[in-house]
């Protein structure tokens, strides 16, 4: 069956504000929103590519609520414009989970993965089997009392990952999301289409 893998995604926004005179965990201290490739945020030193599974689970804190809020909040948005709601794939969940745990763990921001792979390769590692299509929106931030809807918010400003949250041809979905002791949260979504 022949793949077509859709990056849909340009970087779309990039926000960056220190609170100088308060270091309180409500006061943003960095988002980025990210589509396509953003190479110069990579750090390309070399390093051991440790498989997931393998990184010890004591670094994140538990993303399973945080996961089905953003998915319950962009499904909100699909049906408030007349679409289908998407599906929970807890497949795509290990890919999404993959990508934001490998981002965590090695401090980088990128479709492309440290070991040079990107959604695409991610499914086929985790054996999703026949799809058509396969697309993914990523975000990162930290220091907002609530993280996860500011991604999914900045997601919907951005006409790139807006298109992507919002196109009728999707049908599956999940959000995995990394979350650092540091409070910085690390989001992927995966959306296929069989």
Not at 99 to 110: G, L, N, R, V
Request: net charge positive.
């Amino acid at each position: 069956m022949k793949r077509t893998c859709l990056f849909l995604l340009v970087l779309a926004a990039f926000a960056a504000s220190i609170s100088a005179q308060n270091n309180a965990p409500s006061k943003p201290v960095a988002i980025r929103v990210g589509g396509g490739e953003f190479r110069a945020e990579v750090d390309t030193r070399p390093r051991m590519v440790v498989p997931v599974a393998m990184v010890a689970s004591s670094v994140f804190k538990n993303s399973a609520p945080a996961e089905r809020t953003a998915f319950d909040l962009i499904n909100a948005k699909r049906i408030e414009r007349g679409l289908k709601p998407l599906e929970w794939n807890n497949k795509l969940l290990s890919v999404a989970r993959l990508h934001s745990q490998s981002m965590a763990e090695y401090d980088f921001f990128s479709h492309k993965g440290i070991d040079g792979k990107y959604v695409s390769d991610r499914a086929d590692l985790m054996n999703i089997g026949d799809w058509d299509s396969i697309g993914e929106n990523i975000a990162f931030n930290r220091g907002f009392d609530d993280p996860v809807t500011k991604a999914v918010n900045l997601w919907l400003k951005s006409p790139s990952h807006f298109n992507n949250i919002m196109n009728a041809n999707w049908k599956e979905t999940a959000i995995g999301i990394a979350i650092r002791e540091d409070g910085s949260y690390y989001f992927t979504q995966v959306f296929l289409h069989r």
